[in-house]
Nanobody
Framework: QVQLVESGGGSVQAGGSLRLSCAAS?????MGWFRQAPGKDRERVAV?????????YYADSMKGRVTISLDNAKTTVSLQMNSLKPEDTATYYC????????????????WGKGTLVTISS
C-alpha cells in the first residue's frame, strides 16, 4: 500500500492563495487532487500524468487559478491555488496510482486523509 502524506491547506480570505503538497512513498503514474464539499459529490480538481511525457488535467472550475506540479522524482505533487473563492471551500484529497487504467478512469487506489481548505468571504 502506497502512503500519501498531505500538507498545506488552512483558511484564507477570498482572493487569497494556498499551496497543497502530497508526498508518495514511491513513483506513481499519476498524482492529483480531488475535493469534496459538504453535501456535494467528489470533484476532480487537477491531475498530472507521467506516462509518455508529463500531462496535466484541470477542472473547468479551477482553470487559470490552479497549477499542479510534480517534482523530478515524480513522488511529490503540489497544487498552487490562487484567487480562491468561498465555493472552493472543501476537503481536498490527494490521490495517486501506478496503474494507467486507474489513473485515466479516476479510480486511483491510493488516497490521502484529506486536508481542509476554508475560504471566507
Amino acid at each position: 500500500q502506497v502512503q500519501l502524506v498531505e500538507s498545506g491547506g488552512g483558511s484564507v480570505q477570498a482572493g487569497g492563495s494556498l499551496r497543497l503538497s502530497c508526498a508518495a512513498s514511491r513513483y506513481m503514474y499519476c498524482m492529483g487532487w480531488f475535493r469534496q464539499a459538504p453535501g456535494k459529490d467528489r470533484e476532480r480538481v487537477a491531475v498530472v500524468y507521467t506516462g509518455g511525457g508529463t500531462r496535466s488535467y484541470y477542472a473547468d472550475s479551477m482553470k487559470g487559478r490552479v497549477t499542479i506540479s510534480l517534482d523530478n522524482a515524480k513522488t511529490t505533487v503540489s497544487l498552487q491555488m490562487n484567487s480562491l473563492k468561498p465555493e472552493d471551500t472543501a476537503t481536498y484529497y490527494c490521490a495517486a496510482d501506478v496503474n494507467p487504467v486507474h489513473c485515466y478512469t479516476d479510480s486511483m487506489t491510493s488516497w490521502g486523509k484529506g486536508t481542509l481548505v476554508t475560504i471566507s468571504s
